[in-house]
């Protein structure tokens, strides 16, 4: 039951997103949840370690269980709410291991998109170095271009496993959509601009958007301008 | 069925060995399989491009299907021969969820390892820092204390009392921080966990037949 959920999360950050959208997905509102701030370090709160000693968000219980790697809580909430909401692993064989397989290619996408809008974040001031700026932009437009590629395959109006909406774009979406926020060129990446478009609109989405990002609708648009 | 699957590999890599594992488990052995080197570079061969564009291993096709990431190929597999060999996803909530979030946190010790191990190879001379090396280091002991107080905790496996798929997608992991010298005196709760699964058949079948030389053996001695 939703009211036995609480969910520590952080406004944009990825991993936060998925659960919010996996529980709407999965027709769970009603849930306990707290916006923190990362800025003001309250995901280092102790209200934060009492269920995640690694001081992370999210931070996402459910009764006595716990579990804080955002991969996890959409596997368990799939599992357990399998016949409520939308059906997010199909049954279709193709469907099925194409969702997996680009799920987990999903966790790639994600550390070479972080390695670029977060470099600061990660890298102490005296270890920075324009190379691996430039080394890390690389790496990710090849990246992009392999995810331009798989939707070009599948044509338009489609979805990352096909046709049908998945936990693959569930767990993808929230990477693509900051790839946006951050300046990405939707000109020079049409398939993700298309694909991006099509799952904004989606009610889990729009309902678990950003913030931050209504209030301040331009985010940092300068990171991936050139990439 | 098994005929129809073939699997790219290299030797002592811990996703192609998980795949190796989870095929035992699921009965499944008789797949069509091929070594490859990746000091010869056999990972970036035509070969591998047609079935992973990335040019990695594990290269998987499950007949039509192909699942070149690990943990893909693994819930592919317990999903399509859910009644076949060992059940690796248990009912019970509790121990579902415990297994969902050590396979997903493994990738956190993973990361952390490879900032130790393969840091002259994946950072250009030039980039290098004392104050990484330092903190690479700080961080991998941290993680592994985290992980020491999981398994202290433990009968048997990450999740409870039942080997699951969390123990498939995390003991390549263990045993290749084992290989690579890390303290059995320091994490003992580790080793247990390392020496009690080593010679489950299905770990045991498909033991590397060597390891990859691509770091120093003694790297993790001091951590």
Request: hydrophobic letters at 35%.
């Amino acid at each position: 039951m939703a009211k036995d959920m609480t969910l520590l999360w952080g406004s944009g950050s990825p991993p936060c997103w998925r659960v919010q959208i996996m529980l709407e997905e999965k027709k769970l509102q009603g849930y306990d949840q707290k916006l923190l701030s990362f800025e003001k370090m309250e995901h280092k709160s102790q209200e934060v370690l009492d269920i995640n000693p690694r001081g992370q968000l999210p931070s996402f219980k459910h009764g006595n269980i716990v579990v804080n790697e955002s991969y996890g809580v959409c596997f368990y909430l799939e599992s357990q709410f399998k016949n409520q909401g939308t059906k997010l692993i199909p049954d279709d064989t193709d469907q099925q291991a194409l969702m997996y397989q680009r799920m987990f290619e999903g966790l790639t996408f994600y550390d070479k998109v972080a390695a670029v809008i977060y470099y600061e974040y990660y890298v102490p001031e005296g270890e920075r170095h324009d190379s691996a700026v430039k080394r890390n932009k690389e790496a990710l437009d090849t990246e992009l271009k392999l995810w331009e590629g798989y939707l070009q395959k599948l044509g338009a109006g489609s979805y990352l496993a096909g046709p049908s909406f998945t936990l693959a774009d569930v767990v993808v979406f929230p990477t693509v959509a900051n790839l946006f926020r951050f300046g990405l060129s939707a000109q020079r990446y049409p398939k993700l601009g298309e694909y991006y478009g099509l799952v904004k609109e989606r009610p889990s989405v729009k309902a678990s958007w950003p913030p931050h990002w209504l209030e301040n609708p331009k985010g940092d648009e300068d990171t991936l301008k050139d990439v | 069925m098994a005929k129809d699957m073939t699997l790219l590999w290299g030797s002592s890599s811990p996703p192609c060995w998980r795949i190796q594992i989870m095929l035992e488990e699921k009965q499944l052995q008789g797949y069509n399989q091929k070594l490859l080197s990746f000091e010869k570079m056999e990972h970036k061969s035509q070969e591998v491009l047609d079935m992973n564009p990335r040019g990695q291993l594990p290269a998987f096709k499950c007949g039509n299907h192909i699942l070149n990431e690990s943990y893909a190929a693994c819930f592919f597999l317990e999903n399509q021969y859910k009644s076949q060999g060992t059940k690796l996803i248990p009912d019970s909530p509790d121990a579902q969820a415990l297994m969902y979030q050590r396979m997903f946190e493994v990738l956190t010790l993973h990361q952390k390892m490879v900032c130790v191990i393969y840091y002259n190879y994946m950072v250009p001379e030039g980039e290098r820092h004392d104050s990484a090396i330092q903190r690479n280091k700080e961080a991998l002991t941290a993680e592994l204390k985290l992980w020491e107080g999981y398994l202290n905790k433990t009968d048997c496996c990450l999740a409870g009392k039942e080997f699951t798929l969390a123990d498939v997608l995390v003991f390549p992991y263990i045993a290749y921080m084992f290989h690579y010298g890390l303290s059995s005196e320091r994490y003992p709760a580790l080793a247990k966990y390392y020496n009690s699964l080593k010679d489950r058949p299905s770990i045991k079948a498909t033991w590397p037949p060597y390891w990859q030389k691509f770091a120093d053996q003694d790297a993790l001695k001091t951590i």
